[in-house]
């Protein structure tokens, strides 16, 4: 059996004693009812990843608002007393496995698959998202064009991001995340492919923090000083994962100096693979090596700023793990996780880990095509003994 030091150490987290360093990734599955709230199945789903002593989850992306937030069919939200209800009994359900849950806030922004509330799609600026809409989340053909959202829009946007978090700490959540990665709006708004705006929500690369910003302390009035809020961060989006920000390591310096100075209490990073440069034709060589996750933990250590790392992307074995946590605090854990909802009992105990099959997610990345891999492939999610 491999030494679980690190990995299997405990962590005092944003209030919470977490038994080990272990996250779940959020991961879309669509298997909402289809007005957003909780399918029973979601019940299930979520309850293993804490029986299988995954300390922390965090949840899907849930949709903000009823207006242009929701981006995917059959995609849960918390944007109403009723889907806050519904999910009263997943976070039950994972507390009772001593387990703890974060509500993903997210809204869509340009990469909108699906509204059931909209006809069109906004954006900071008119824009299409590249390539084409993810089929296995239910989508075909080019994503739409965006028009340019407005300023009243903006700020309905920010409203309906602290009703979500007010509903998720009222709803038993042990904090909430802001979704600023893979193209979704909060990110389209750091970006300079999607935000080439003159006003007050446009600029350079420091200048376009405006709204993830105004976000941030519009959720924090929200909810208060005692309920964790962080942010998740990447470079690419989910048809360009190529994509970088703006000026370089010296602005994401910068960037993340900013938002570690906002009230976030935790920070998390992620790309394809969480250990990649995230500016490998930097003119430094030591900035051409860092990761985006060496180049947060580099920011906080200078800053003496008290936030919590999580970092993602590819860490499929005890190995990468700990790699991971000689920057990062917390490791989120993806495809291996949905492969394997007990990845880390099974690390503990030795036992071998579940390959990532693509056909999970195939043609639908929902809960049921999950299932009905599993039963083709007598792969049980938790192994209990079996295997």
Aim: hydrophobic share 40%; with cysteine.
């Amino acid at each position: 059996m491999t030494d679980t030091t690190s990995l299997f150490s405990p962590l005092s987290f944003a209030g919470h004693e977490l038994g080990n360093r272990a996250v779940l990734a959020p991961m879309t599955r669509t298997s909402a009812q289809d007005n957003g709230q909780v399918h029973h199945d979601m019940v299930d789903y979520y309850r293993d990843f804490a029986r299988g002593q995954f300390s922390l989850l965090i949840t899907e992306g849930l949709y903000t608002d009823e207006a242009f937030s929701q981006g995917y069919a059959n995609q849960p939200g918390l944007a109403n007393q009723t889907q806050q209800v519904s999910w009263r009994c997943v976070v039950d359900a994972v507390h009772q496995q001593e387990g703890r849950i974060i509500a993903q806030l997210m809204h869509a922004g340009a990469q909108t698959q699906h509204n059931r509330f909209k006809d069109e799609v906004v954006a900071p600026s008119e824009c299409r998202a590249s390539g084409e809409m993810l089929s296995f989340y239910g989508g075909s053909g080019l994503f739409p064009l965006a028009r340019e959202i407005s300023e009243q829009e903006i700020h309905e946007a920010i409203a309906g991001f602290a009703t979500s978090a007010r509903l998720a700490k009222e709803a038993g959540f042990d904090g909430i995340e802001l979704h600023g990665a893979n193209g979704y709006l909060i990110h389209q708004f750091i970006s300079y492919r999607f935000n080439q705006r003159d006003d007050a929500w446009g600029g350079d690369a420091l200048a376009r923090l405006a709204f993830p910003l105004a976000v941030i302390r519009s959720v924090r009035e929200a909810v208060g000083e005692d309920f964790p809020i962080g942010m998740r961060l990447s470079q690419g989006t989910v048809t360009e994962p190529g994509l970088q920000w703006q000026g370089g390591p010296d602005a994401a310096r910068q960037r993340l100096a900013y938002l570690m100075e906002s009230g976030l209490d935790f920070l998390h990073l992620t790309s394809g693979d969480v250990q990649a440069p995230a500016f490998p034709e930097a003119e430094d060589e030591a900035d051409r090596q860092l990761s985006l996750t060496a180049l947060a933990a580099q920011v906080r250590e200078a800053q003496h700023a008290n936030v919590t790392l999580i970092a993602n992307g590819g860490t499929d074995s005890q190995e990468k793990a700990d790699a991971v946590l000689a920057q990062a605090d917390l490791v989120a854990v993806g495809r291996s996780a949905l492969a394997n909802h007990d990845w880390p009992k099974r690390l503990k105990r030795g036992t071998p880990l579940t390959s990532f099959d693509f056909a999970m997610l195939s043609p639908l990345a929902t809960l049921a095509n999950e299932e009905d891999w599993r039963i083709a492939n007598d792969k049980p999610a938790n192994c209990e003994g079996r295997c």
